[in-house]
């Protein structure tokens, strides 16, 4: 079983490395190298959230309909070379736009489609499989080990991306964005090798799909679970909304090199991962509320830290930002997601984990959008594009305060506890996703 789960593992990392140099090191090129609208930008890099809610019809249909004997293969393969596909373009068709804007705009909507549509394709595939092969006993087992494997691989792949476009040139980007997609290709084929037994029944609990209008109505009809929903809106959209301005800030705030910036997700994501680990062990030792308190305040810190920063140009100052939002972005993710699940209901465990993936997707679709719209009108506004990263982190931060006072009105006893409560790693595992 190792050897699947490490395959698997190989799967969700090569999906995994697709959307690290769009959204580290390509936004921060098409809004500051090549001035194109942070909105537009946000938008593109928000289409697999966009695209999100197929994944209940992809994973309902795949049940039903394997392609010769195998249920998940064929849809995790397509998906993956959609996701290839989708970021070797990325970068062309970013400079077409900047040349000509139409058929450029054109061109990015078909690329990044293709990747939104490829990744939520994959995705929901490569879990169903996992679920499928680890059994009740090893789930824990496999979603630790894929959820540590596609972390690490951020973070790799970040250095790794920051080294490739060092010194930055157009030609290097090309060549950086084509190693990772044909990296991605070749780990996700080495993970589907025999991975998946071929079998023409109908996938196991194939009839126990959730739609998107029953876990709307899970949640309008609790008034508990319609504020923590609210709660997890807000809190997620500020914490996740700032992947795609981040490198961008730094750039226009400091004169980063495309090379420093792309480093950021690389620091963000180590303490992210350390972070994890500490509320792990602070599990079932410290209440759950306490730990996403620290965590939410952990973020606020990091956004007020990087207004700072920017306030008075020190590049010292933002890593300390960074790093605070980092530590915050763990344990608050962890921590909440943990009071999700005291929240779920008996009997009602899948729609409730939909629910979070939807508030997940949604949040970032929220956050990527609305961080570029206003960002783009301040810096129309003021005329400084500075003005308009700093305006769009206060925003950020204002939300983390409102949603941190939310925190208090979530009563967990009005819930009663699942039968069996999941593990710590699987929780993460879900918030990774």
Known sequence: MFLKRFQLGLIHVAVAMTLVPINSTLNRVMIKELAISATLVAI????PYLFSPIQVAIGSYSDRHPVFGFRRTPYILAGLILCVLGLLVSPQVAFLMHENFALGLLAGLVAFGAWGMGYNLSAVSYLSLASELSGENER????????????????????????????????????????????????????????????????QGAS???????MTSAITENPVARVFFIYLLLLLAAILGQDVLL????????????????????????????????????????SKRLVAQLGNTGALLGFIVIVV???????????TGV???????????????????????????????GAWGFSNALSRLTGSILGGVVRDVVTQATGQA????????????????VATVMLYRINVNAFRKQVQEPSFVEKVAIAAE
């Open 140 to 203: 824990g087992k496999t979603i630790a080990t894929m959820w540590f494997m596609m972390i690490t691989s951020i973070i790799l792949t970040a250095i790794g991306l920051s080294r490739m476009v060092d010194p930055y040139t157009p030609e290097a980007l090309i060549r950086a964005f084509g190693v990772v997609a044909a990296s991605a290709l070749v780990l996700g084929l080495l993970g589907l090798i025999k991975l998946e037994p071929r079998s023409n029944k109908l996938a």
């Open 247 to 286: 490198e961008p800030f730094g750039a226009e705030a400091f004169g980063m090199t495309v090379t420093q910036t792309t480093r950021i997700t690389s620091i963000w994501g180590t303490f992210v991962l350390l972070a994890i680990i500490a509320a792990g062990l602070l599990e079932g030792r410290v």
């Open 208 to 214: 126990e799909a959730y739609t998107v209008r029953q």
């Open 44 to 47: 593109l890099a928000s289409l």
């Open 323 to 353: 790093t605070l939002l980092g530590i915050g972005t763990g344990l608050s993710t962890v921590a909440n997601l943990s009071l999700m699940f005291d929240l779920t209901m008996p009997g009602m465990v899948g729609l409730y984990i």
């Open 386 to 401: 500075l003005s308009g990263y700093l305006v769009v982190f206060s925003i950020e931060a204002l939300m983390l305060v």
């Open 309 to 319: 920063s920017g306030i008075f140009i020190n590049k010292h100052v933002f890593y």
